[in-house]
């Protein structure tokens, strides 16, 4: 029987997987807190862009704000819920839609960071799955209804590993991935913790440089300053994800090893890491000059970013391993900093003691 899918936040991610999975015929409700984007969805539902005329897509949607959830009630159960709420708001989130799960309904956690226990301490870890959302995606929903990917979509290069807890490879993982490659290349993984952390490598040493910069993607790594320290973030998350024993693939189109050695002073890795970042590389996606990592787009929008959930929990689990992160703990204490108004955005802001 055919899946009832609800997306809890229809933001960038959600709305962009929401809106592609709805125009394959599945069966989705996008459920969203900002009412000018939910009026929007309803009246003329979700317009996808991308970097070529085929990305081009207009799709009629079911949208409801936060205060119509309750009418899911008098519907049929959710079989699947895909939670795309900011990590600080996946509690609640995950309370609202729990009631409304069928019997065998799980929730899905397609955001940033690590949010997968936060999930489980709701709906259990036997109800609980990981979508990691790979860098080559990058999506901004830049005006209510509408949405645009940064990066050019590429079939040799997985968007969405769908993974249990567990580690092992389900038929639900499986059904899940399947519908999921309706939006982009999706496969079930059976290493969903070594995924998480991969993907908070490739955030951590992006998304908050962005945010505290105020430049774009290819901006960012062609300023050659700004791009050592985005080395040494990268450096520092691998080493600590290799202490706690996680399964790393490659960071974005970097190799794991060499981007940890690069941060650690060997001169041929660091030309190695150069070139991939600045030159492109095999497994790296063409990406815009208006790509702003999600974090970017926050500050922007005047919104709370995930700088704790992301640099902050690398830095704070490296403490744990006895790994030490100290570019993370500065780029926390100045993304915060810019987030109060207290500093402009501004390449310098990562440039201390650099």
Known sequence: MAKRIAVVGAG???????????????????IDPWPEHVDSMKAHGMEIFGMTPQERLSVKVKAMH?????????????????????SYDTVWATQMIRQYLSASGVVVSMQN??????????????????????GGVGVDLYE?????RGYAKRPDITSFYIGEPSGKITRR????????ASVDAAKA?????????????VNGMRNGVSAATGMGGNERDHHPAVRRICIQLGGEAVRVGQKLGYKLGK????????????????????RDIERLMTEGGAGQAERSD???????????????????????????????????????EMLTRQVLRVERGEIPQRPENVLINS
Not at 144 to 148: M, V
């Open 12 to 30: 960038a991610v959600g709305g962009y997987a929401g809106a592609h999975m709805t125009a394959a015929g599945h069966d989705v409700t996008l």
């Open 173 to 180: 993982a499986e059904e899940i991935a399947e519908i999921m």
């Open 144 to 148: 209510p209804g509408h949405i645009r």
């Open 66 to 86: 936060l205060t119509e959830v309750q009418n899911l009630a008098k519907q049929k159960p959710i079989d699947i819920a895909f939670v795309a709420v900011k």
């Open 251 to 270: 960071v974005g189109a970097l190799p794991p090893e060499t981007l940890a050695r690069a941060m650690e002073g060997d001169a041929a890795a660091y």
């Open 290 to 328: 208006y790509q702003r990592p999600s974090m970017a787009q926050d500050m922007e929008k005047g919104r709370r970013t995930e700088i704790e959930f992301m640099n902050g929990f690398i830095a704070s689990e490296g403490a744990r391993a006895g790994v030490a992160a100290p570019t993370h």
């Open 113 to 134: 960071c690590i949010n997968e226990e936060r999930v489980a301490g709701v709906v259990g870890w036997g109800r609980t799955l990981g979508c990691i959302v790979t």
């Open 189 to 201: 993984t059976d290493n969903l913790w070594g995924e998480r952390w991969t993907k908070l490598c």
